[in-house]
């Protein structure tokens, strides 16, 4: 595999009815942060329709542990709220049942906005305000490290909605 491609990792979610939220670098990139998007981080539904659902497509991007490329995803993996780190065809992919302090996708919700990334592909995207938030819970030196190009940009996202 060459360069992630993203934009198909979202498509194939998103035409699968998987539901889900995107946080992390890409989700902050796709709110105008000057970050480095390396992986695709969502934090998925546990509900189990959803975590078949979300399995089927797993299975369907040839996704495999990073640190263990023989070993594939499960149902009792994607029911828990750790991170499945993986590698698909698409490029790497962490499937996340919760972040920060345990924050789930239900948690998230009220803070994500549906946003159209390309056609045919709507997404929801975590909120720069909560993923500030979140980044300070974890306090790992890479999301402190990350904390003043998202304040950045979440202050020009303000100033261009206006008062």
Request: net charge negative; aromatic share 4%; glycine share 10%.
């Amino acid at each position: 595999m060459t360069k992630p491609d993203f934009g198909c990792l979202l498509r194939t979610l998103t035409e699968h009815g998987v539901d889900f939220v995107v946080v992390g670098g890409v989700g902050a990139i796709l709110q105008g942060a000057t970050l480095s998007g390396f992986d695709l981080d969502i934090v998925h539904s546990t509900e189990p329709a959803n975590i078949t659902r979300l399995l089927a497509v797993l299975r369907h991007l040839d996704a495999c542990y990073r640190a263990q490329p023989e070993r594939c995803p499960s149902q009792t993996d994607l029911a828990s709220p750790g991170h499945q780190l993986l590698m698909t065809r698409f490029g790497p992919l962490d499937v996340l049942g919760s972040i920060g302090k345990g924050r789930n996708y239900q948690d998230l919700l009220p803070h994500a906005a549906e946003m159209t990334i390309a056609e045919g592909i709507r997404v929801r995207v975590l909120n720069l305000e909560t993923q500030i938030a979140v980044k300070e819970e974890i306090g790992q030196e890479k999301d402190l490290a990350a904390l003043p190009l998202l304040r950045r940009a979440l202050e020009e996202s303000r100033r261009k909605q206006g008062p």
